[in-house]
């Protein structure tokens, strides 16, 4: 008993020893936004606690013996954490696990309350995932509390020494697999440094390892308090304590205080900027050439001036000939786009296409009209071929009407491909209204 005392005091020691080697680190972490954040993510914990046999898993009979005795037990582990949430540990255990009153024996005889059981692990090594339940820091970047789940596999070695117990076996030590699980939870008392509280159970695959055997995998637990020693560089917090929402809330007021400092800046620049701008470039003869700049100050208003506010003398008057467009010639030019039919894929007028194309270079050079042909695809095929399509077949008109003596710089000859459609291009009808060559007087 005294032995279990001063393993406590010790361990109280050094948790107390721990913060205040740790207390210059207890300072909110300074952010540098948009930096690469480096972490803690491999630490090393010890622990001590209560042995037993009892497991909340264990049915009304509590197992093979029905009094469970609380023994001491130590362990240690090391772990890596790969996520905020999610990391893998080592563990090490030892210690004892004893318990009374046989339940093979009639209860309450004087057999069953002689009877006993004392198992000694010799070692144990597990290897499991330890989940961060949830990070419960929506203020500060280092959590303060962390509940965790575990769960894994592992092997020991432990010898069963049975007293006063029918059928009971007193072997050596003897090796076995086992699964732990467990929860618990981990206070931050300093960036490096934790307080882990947690409850193991031990699932054994044996029913030998109270040195009973009955046929019935055996189980016991280990309630633990422990330290846990984050590794890394001095200012780095750890990556299962770090809130990635208390950063970004912080990170955010301090983007948003710095975007307020700078549209005020901003502000402040324009008034004074508007202010030098109505000094230094004012208008005062409304000429449109500031007074910096005007040579010619006082012009008349409405005076049309230079660049360098002088006046400018008057252009000559330009005297355009008006064109007429009768509903004559739109006729034949309607008639030549309806009739106008090409070779399939090409830029090869048919020759039923002649007789309305000649009708419409004779009205070009009677009456000297501007043309504008803008050639059309449907959406069949690649945008540059359809593209090249329809300029080449715009061309071809062009060049029959050049031919027959129309002037080939009143005309004017685009391509759009299939960028202009005036009909559907999921039907047959509408990519065959698409694929066109429109006739524009002027």
Not at 65 to 94: M, N, R, V
Request: hydrophobic content about 35%; proline content about 4%; some cysteine.
């Amino acid at each position: 008993m005294k032995s279990n005392f001063r393993k406590v005091a010790l361990t109280l020691s050094a948790v107390g020893l721990a913060t205040s080697l740790f207390a210059q680190d207890s300072d909110s972490d300074s952010t540098k936004r948009f930096d690469k954040k480096n972490f803690r993510t491999w630490s090393i914990g010890l622990n001590g606690g209560m042995l037993t046999h009892y497991t909340p898993f264990n049915a009304e009979s509590n197992g093979d013996f029905q009094t469970p005795e609380e023994k001491w037990g130590y362990g240690g582990y090391i772990k890596k954490q790969i996520l905020p949430s999610f990391g893998i540990q080592a563990d090490f255990l030892a210690g004892q696990i004893s318990g009374l009153r046989a339940n093979t024996l009639p209860a309450g005889s004087t057999a069953q309350d002689n009877s006993s059981f004392e198992t000694r692990i010799d070692w144990s090594a597990s290897l499991s995932a330890n989940f961060t339940v949830a990070n419960l820091s929506l203020n500060q970047k280092r959590n303060i509390l962390a509940p965790y789940l575990t769960a894994g596999a592992g092997y020991m070695s432990s010898r069963a020494n049975v007293s006063n117990t029918p059928g009971g076996t007193n072997d050596g030590y003897g090796e076995n697999w086992f699964i732990p699980v467990g929860a618990g939870f981990k206070i931050g008392l300093a960036k490096a440094l934790n307080l882990d509280l947690g409850y193991n159970v031990y699932f054994t695959k044996t029913g030998n390892f109270d040195g009973l055997p009955t046929g019935t995998n055996d189980r016991f637990s280990y309630a633990h308090a422990g330290l846990e020693f984050a590794l890394g560089k001095n200012k780095t917090s750890q990556l299962q304590n770090y809130s990635a929402i208390a950063a970004i809330r912080e990170e955010t007021a301090a983007e948003s205080a710095d975007l307020r400092r700078a549209l005020s800046t901003s502000e402040q620049n324009r008034m004074r900027d508007q202010e030098q701008y109505a000094k230094d470039l004012g208008d005062d003869d409304n000429d449109g050439v500031a007074n910096k700049f005007d040579k010619c100050a006082s012009t008349p208003p409405n005076t049309i001036v230079d660049g360098a506010g002088c006046p400018l003398k008057a252009p000559a008057p330009v005297i355009k000939e008006r064109v007429i467009i009768t509903e004559a010639d739109r006729k034949v030019v309607g008639e030549a786009i309806k009739d106008l039919e090409f070779d399939l894929g090409k830029a090869t007028i048919k020759d039923k296409s002649y007789s309305t194309l000649n009708r419409v270079a004779k009205l070009l050079v009677e009456k000297n009209f501007s043309l504008k042909l803008a050639g059309h695809t449907d959406n069949t095929g690649s945008m540059a071929l359809n593209l090249k399509l329809s300029k080449d077949r715009a061309e071809s008109v062009k060049a029959y009407l050049v031919s027959q003596g129309a002037n080939p710089s009143r005309i004017e000859a685009t391509g759009y491909g299939p960028n202009q459609p005036i009909a559907t291009n999921k039907t047959a009808e509408g990519r065959q209204q698409n694929r066109r060559v429109e006739f524009t007087l002027f």
